[in-house]
């Protein structure tokens, strides 16, 4: 099984400043990787999938990098609205074993 | 516009089953994969099943394999997810989701999802 891990768990930020969270994963899962945000009470939502193509409606601030092993999302100028929890996701293994890292908290400052 | 609703949550023994229905609209049905993906109460999220788009190909998380089957009806536009031997640890909340492509790929369409509470 691959093993996603994201750092920090938790990241305080101010509103207008911008934040970078990162993901690793245990072996290569090449580009096939997805970011999920996710509020209270809420389905995830997709942000970027295939490391860093941004998925319909999602803005521009989001951005995401890496490939292999190591993955980042950045979001760049917080709004209020980007607070919450993110996943990151490989797709990549066969046969099938999607698995979600544990989880970043994006909290306000 | 895509809609997921997700039903048939609830509470349930241990040792018991229960079926979760998923049916879609706003797009084409017929040519999407399909995933369950679950959340246990304040945990993070976790891959429970994924059936192609034509439901030839079923593949399962090791924790699930053998207890609970996915399935689809594409002239109903509805995905399943039936559910046997259930034990305390599977309670969580269980989304639907659609795969982007029709190979594996990020979910891009999520339901509100079903809770579901195994307790005696």
């Known amino acids: 099984e691959i093993v996603m891990t994201q750092s920090p768990a938790t990241l305080s930020v101010s509103p207008g400043e911008g934040a970078t969270l990162s993901c690793r994963a245990s072996q290569s899962v090449n580009n096939n990787l997805a970011w999920y945000q996710q509020k209270p009470g809420q389905a995830p939502r997709l942000l970027i999938y295939r490391a860093s193509t941004r998925a319909t409606g999602i803005p521009a601030r989001f951005s995401g990098s890496g490939s292999g092993t190591e993955f980042t999302l950045t979001i760049s100028s917080l709004q209020s609205e980007d607070f919450a929890v993110y996943y990151c996701q490989q797709y990549n293994n066969w046969p099938p074993m999607y698995t979600f890292g544990q989880g970043t908290k994006l909290e306000i400052k | 516009q895509v809609q997921l609703v997700e039903s048939g949550g609830g509470v349930v023994q241990p040792g018991g089953s229960l079926r979760l229905s998923c049916v879609a609209s706003g797009f084409t049905f017929s040519r999407s994969g399909m995933h369950w993906v679950r959340q246990a109460p304040g945990k993070g999220l976790d891959w429970v099943a994924f059936i192609r788009y034509d439901g030839t190909n079923k593949y399962y998380a090791d924790s699930v394999k053998g207890r609970f089957t996915i399935s689809r009806d594409n002239s109903k536009n509805a995905v399943y997810l039936q559910m046997n031997s259930l034990r305390a640890d599977d309670t969580a909340v269980y989304y639907c989701?659609?795969?982007?492509?029709?190979?594996?790929?990020?979910?891009?369409?999520w339901g509100q999802g079903a809770l579901v509470t195994v307790s005696s």
């Open positions: 989701a659609r795969d982007r492509t029709m190979i594996l790929d990020a979910l891009d369409y």
